[in-house]
């Protein structure tokens, strides 16, 4: 069984500072890993996809995420934190192997981090 | 409209109703899902469609839901007789051929 382990329920950041989400994964074979975010009363938004072989990937509004397997690790980051970037962000999981263009099947998601930026 | 839409938004109903929810989808997306979402908590995989056939029901299915896609297109989820933990967000997304996955905003469920 496939799973995500978001290591941060809660982070408080400072306008203009970096954000540093941690995300561990579990899966019998390289999976494909997500984050998708969810501003309030608004629906998922998807920031960034891991398929491929290339461990740095970049998503939208200047996130990026590295994939780590010798630490089984996708940890999210953004070089400086905008007020706009208040949300909850989730890890996730999914069905399909990397490198694939099998459906995503169905999605796993990790308990949530909820961001803070104060100014 | 190009996206999922999720109807209704909001439903407040009383312990023992029966509730239902609809999705329509994405036309040309084959896949669609039901997820769940607690307070607190990241969206719960409930049950998938490929067409009109249900092929997958997670454990979380109990006997008082039940979900249909009649003719592949627009989804209904139904909860019978229902009660306080079935107070969620039910969230509805559709997936097509090499377009990944696209979320509803969801139906937001308080039984009281």
């Known amino acids: 069984a496939q799973s995500v382990t978001q290591l941060d329920s809660h982070v408080s950041v400072s306008e203009g500072t970096p954000v540093l989400l941690r995300c561990n994964y579990s899966?019998?074979?390289?999976?494909?890993l997500f984050w998708y975010v969810q501003h309030p009363n608004k629906g998922l938004q998807l920031l960034l996809k891991?398929?491929?072989?290339?461990?740095l990937v970049k998503g939208i509004n200047g996130f990026e995420a590295e994939f780590k397997k010798s630490e089984t690790s996708f940890h999210l980051t953004k070089p400086s934190a905008h007020m706009s970037d208040a949300a909850e962000y989730f890890c996730?999981?999914?069905?399909?192997?990397?490198?694939?263009?099998?459906?995503?099947?169905?999605?796993?998601f990790g308990a949530g981090t909820q961001v803070v930026v104060t100014p | 409209d190009t996206g999922v839409s999720q109807d209704p938004r909001h439903k407040i109903t009383k312990r023992g109703q029966n509730v239902t929810f609809r999705c329509d989808p994405i036309?040309?997306?084959?896949?669609l899902y039901w997820y769940r979402q607690t307070l607190g908590q990241g969206p719960e995989f409930l049950t998938y469609?490929?067409?009109?056939?249900?092929?997958?029901k997670s454990r979380l299915l109990s006997d008082r839901f039940s979900a249909e896609r009649p003719k592949g297109s627009f989804s209904t989820l139904e909860i019978q007789r229902t009660e306080q933990g079935d107070s969620a967000m039910y969230l509805c997304?559709?997936?097509?051929?090499?377009?990944?996955?696209?979320f509803g905003s969801g139906t937001r469920l308080t039984v009281v």
């Open positions: 996730v999981v999914s069905d399909q192997k990397w490198g694939t263009t099998d459906s995503w099947g169905k999605l796993q």
């Open positions: 899966s019998s074979y390289s999976p494909s």
């Open positions: 891991y398929t491929s072989a290339a461990t």
């Open positions: 036309s040309e997306h084959n896949r």
């Open positions: 469609f490929q067409n009109e056939a249900q092929l997958e």
């Open positions: 997304a559709t997936e097509g051929l090499n377009y990944g996955y696209t």
